[in-house]
């Protein structure tokens, strides 16, 4: 018997249990695997009527960058450095356990170099409070590389806002608004002048 469980499936369980004939009697292993952010944790326990083993793993990567020291899941050949600052708790699409970690970075391992890799986050992760401008981006690392894939995470609450001129009419539908200081954080005035 086998399955999985948690959130994109992270934990992989085997269950056997068997009976031989000609002295072997009742044979029986129990296992698990699970994939979390910062490493893989595995574990089993196997019997037989002559002996019982008991096995355990434990296995990660470090991957120290600029912006500070990300662990992960284990490291391959070719990698992507994920940076969503802010985001913290973000899934990776199709990637089972990959979360970005307490500051919003987090690594994609095993990517195929020389071609293109979609990397998406799950947008069924995000916190109510954080607003993604993209979640999907596509790289095309070289063999042995880490390559960055870097998201623009806004974090705050949504406010309703009804912009008017110095005399009280509002701003005309369709008028674009740009936040000061932020190049991605751009709006277009609603009905009424509002915008969200």
Same mark, same amino acid.
Do not use: C, H
């Given at each position: 018997?086998?399955?999985?469980?948690?959130?994109g499936?992270?934990? #992989?369980? +085997?269950i056997?249990?068997?009976?031989?004939?000609? %002295?072997?009697g009742y044979?029986?292993?129990l296992s698990?695997?699970?994939?979390?952010?910062y490493?893989d944790v595995s574990?089993?326990?196997?019997?037989?009527?002559h002996?019982?083993?008991?096995?355990?793993?434990?296995?990660?990567?470090?991957l120290?960058y600029?912006?500070?020291v990300?662990?992960?899941?284990p490291?391959?050949?070719? #990698?992507v450095?994920i940076?969503a600052?802010?985001?913290?708790?973000?899934?990776i699409?199709?990637?089972?356990g990959?979360r970005?970690? =307490?500051?919003?970075?987090?690594v994609s391992?095993?990517?195929? $170099?020389?071609?293109? +890799?979609?990397?998406?986050? %799950?947008?069924?992760s995000?916190?109510? %409070?954080?607003e993604?401008a993209?979640?999907?981006k596509?790289v095309?690392p070289?063999r042995g590389a880490?390559?960055?894939?870097?998201?623009?995470? +806004?974090?705050?609450?949504?406010?309703?806002?009804?912009l008017t001129? $110095?005399y009280?009419?509002?701003v005309? =539908?369709?008028a674009?608004?740009?936040?000061?200081g932020?190049?991605e954080?751009?709006f277009?005035?609603g009905?009424?002048?509002?915008f969200?």
């Open positions: 018997m086998s399955g999985t469980a948690l959130a499936n992270a934990l #992989n369980w +085997n056997q249990q068997g009976y031989g004939t000609d %002295d072997v044979t029986g292993s698990a695997d699970y994939k979390g952010t490493a574990g089993g326990y196997r019997y037989d009527r002996s019982q083993r008991v096995n355990y793993a434990l296995a990660g990567g470090v120290a600029a912006d500070g990300t662990f992960s899941q490291l391959g050949e070719t #990698n450095l940076g600052p802010g985001a913290s708790g973000v899934g699409k199709n990637q089972s990959v970005t970690d =307490f500051r919003g970075y987090t391992a095993n990517v195929s $170099p020389y071609r293109k +890799n979609d990397i998406g986050l %799950d947008t069924a995000v916190a109510d %409070d954080v993604l993209l979640t999907n596509t095309v070289t880490v390559v960055r894939a870097d998201y623009v995470a +806004n974090v705050g609450l949504r406010v309703l806002l009804t001129r $110095p009280g009419s509002t005309p =539908f369709g674009m608004v740009t936040l000061k932020a190049q954080q751009q277009i005035v009905d009424e002048g509002r969200i």
